[in-house]
């Protein structure tokens, strides 16, 4: 009967610690992430990075890793309502954010859709162009982590072949043009750590 008992206590403790590890391993950001994210409410804009702060240029310069897009994700989600607040924040709105802009390297992007009726902003995770025309644009961009500035970059494609997932995991293909396609070139750009200034020539 005792050693019943001390086998049944073993595998107690044993499942115990799975499931903390369980815990720990279900959770896709850093404490350090988790703090930056929760700071404010999720309709509050987060701090942007300058490519001009030394500290923000390392993380600006640091490539990002894919996410498990999950609508259950309380972290995922405040993250992705908070990049919307801060690419609509009335005293410096964009047009497009990148998830490193605000000091998270996860790659997400908001974008713009001005190939759409009513222009909405659309959120896209894990995104990959997967084609690019050979035909270039020319185009004027400027960029919210590059303050005060803005260039002309030549070597944006026309068109692009994206690959992407929906917060709700669906998995989608799309050739997106013109403006819209330089808004994508230029936010996932951002997800490996290149910034607009690198496409000039
Ligand atoms: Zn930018």
Not at 105 to 116: A, G, S
Not at 159 to 179: C, Q, T
Request: glycine share 4%; hydrophobic share 40%.
């Amino acid at each position: 009967m005792k050693n019943l008992y001390i086998l049944l206590t073993t595998i107690l403790f044993i499942t115990g610690c799975s499931n903390i590890r369980n815990i720990n391993k279900e959770s896709q950001f850093s404490v350090e992430q988790s703090n930056l994210i929760m700071s404010a409410d999720s309709t509050t804009p987060m701090r942007v990075l300058s490519i001009f702060n030394k500290k923000d240029s390392v993380v600006l310069r640091t490539k990002c890793e894919d996410v498990v897009a999950d609508q259950q994700d309380i972290l995922l989600n405040s993250l992705i309502k908070r990049m919307y607040a801060t690419v609509n924040d009335t005293l410096n709105p964009g047009v497009g954010i990148a998830a490193p802009q605000v000091g998270i390297l996860k790659n997400i992007i908001w974008v713009q859709r001005y190939d759409k009726p009513g222009e909405p902003f659309e959120v896209y995770l894990n995104p990959r162009i997967i084609q690019y025309t050979k035909q270039k644009l020319r185009w004027i961009e400027g960029c919210l982590s590059v303050p005060g500035m803005k260039d002309t970059t030549t070597t944006r494609s026309y068109a692009i072949l994206l690959d992407y997932l929906r917060p709700d995991n669906s998995h989608k293909v799309e050739m997106v043009e013109g403006f819209t396609a330089i808004i994508f070139q230029h936010e996932i750009d951002h997800l490996n750590g290149v910034i607009y200034l690198d496409r000039r020539k």
